[in-house]
């Protein structure tokens, strides 16, 4: 059996999203909902056409893909649900191509929304007030955190990575700053992006303080509430 080439054979043909904030103090289902409308209204698809659907923030930050579904009588006949981190927002596009190039759905929504803490996540309170940890793990997180060993985030955990990384192939503060002045270079192309209009210079950077070296406050990404929908469809069926 020949591989899958998904080369040019896949597109995003629309796009939605919710306003962004640290607190919006509004559900998963509510924010994922308008994220789906404004991507339907993008791209003039009707809710019935899209029969694949794909998540990697499930509940309770976000929502799992058949509390979604029920709520919006969608008719899904693939799906696919990742583990709740941001890393996985990758893997979702490469399996929704996936999905349409071989045809086991026509069109792929990807809807991945989050809540926090201090915002909608309060009303949780079997996850102790919205405060969840990363997952139920027999030991550690997903980027090699343990408690008691100090390393209580997924920061601290990865900071000796970091380290590593920089000692070993003589990295600088700089060249690490400068991923940071470039993500927030391209996020004043967002009009919704929180810290749209505020940009970061490297001197900024520097400036700041130390979390877990080497990682500085502007290391860390921006914790907020919103949901963000993309559908996927084949380039044949999107030139029809």
Same mark, same amino acid.
């Given at each position: 059996?020949?591989?899958?080439?998904?080369?040019?054979?896949?597109?995003?043909?629309?796009?939605? +999203?919710?306003?962004?904030?640290?607190?919006?103090?509004?559900?998963?289902?509510?924010?994922?909902?308008?994220?789906?409308?404004?991507?339907?209204?993008?791209?003039?698809? @009707?809710?019935?056409?899209?029969?694949?659907?794909?998540?990697?923030? !499930?509940?309770?930050?976000?929502?799992?893909?058949?509390?979604?579904?029920? /709520?919006?009588? +969608?008719?899904?006949?693939?799906?696919?649900?990742?583990?709740? /981190?941001?890393?996985?927002?990758?893997?979702?596009?490469?399996?929704?191509?996936?999905?349409?190039?071989?045809?086991?759905?026509?069109?792929?929504?990807?809807?991945?929304?989050?809540?926090?803490? &201090?915002?909608?996540?309060?009303?949780?309170?079997?996850? !102790?007030?919205?405060?969840?940890?990363?997952?139920?793990?027999?030991?550690?997180?997903?980027?090699?955190?343990? @408690?008691? /060993?100090?390393?209580?985030?997924?920061?601290?955990?990865?900071?000796?990575?970091?380290?590593?990384?920089?000692?070993?192939?003589?990295?600088?503060?700089?060249?690490?700053?400068?991923?940071?002045?470039?993500? &927030?270079? /391209?996020?004043?192309?967002?009009?919704?992006?929180? +810290?749209?209009?505020?940009?970061?210079?490297?001197?900024?950077?520097?400036?700041? &303080?130390?979390?877990?070296?080497?990682?500085?406050?502007?290391?860390?990404?921006?914790?907020?509430?919103?949901?963000?929908?993309?559908?996927?469809?084949?380039?044949? &069926?999107? +030139?029809?």
């Amino acid at each position: 059996m020949a591989p899958l080439d998904l080369r040019n054979q896949a597109c995003i043909v629309g796009v939605g +999203m919710t306003e962004f904030g640290r607190i919006l103090d509004k559900s998963p289902v509510r924010l994922a909902a308008q994220a789906l409308r404004n991507a339907l209204d993008d791209c003039g698809l @009707d809710k019935g056409e899209v029969d694949g659907f794909i998540t990697a923030f !499930g509940s309770p930050g976000g929502i799992d893909f058949d509390e979604f579904t029920a /709520h919006t009588g +969608m008719n899904i006949r693939w799906t696919n649900q990742y583990w709740t /981190h941001g890393r996985w927002g990758a893997t979702s596009m490469i399996a929704a191509a996936t999905a349409v190039t071989s045809r086991v759905a026509n069109y792929v929504l990807i809807s991945n929304t989050n809540t926090v803490p &201090r915002g909608y996540g309060k009303w949780f309170s079997q996850f !102790g007030g919205g405060r969840w940890s990363e997952g139920l793990r027999d030991a550690g997180g997903g980027q090699g955190q343990l @408690d008691y /060993h100090g390393l209580d985030t997924p920061g601290a955990a990865t900071s000796l990575v970091a380290r590593n990384y920089m000692n070993r192939y003589g990295a600088t503060d700089e060249e690490l700053g400068s991923i940071a002045v470039a993500f &927030r270079k /391209h996020a004043q192309l967002n009009p919704n992006a929180i +810290m749209n209009g505020r940009p970061m210079t490297l001197d900024d950077y520097m400036s700041s &303080r130390f979390i877990s070296p080497p990682f500085r406050l502007f290391d860390y990404c921006l914790t907020n509430e919103g949901s963000v929908a993309l559908i996927v469809t084949t380039v044949e &069926r999107a +030139m029809e």
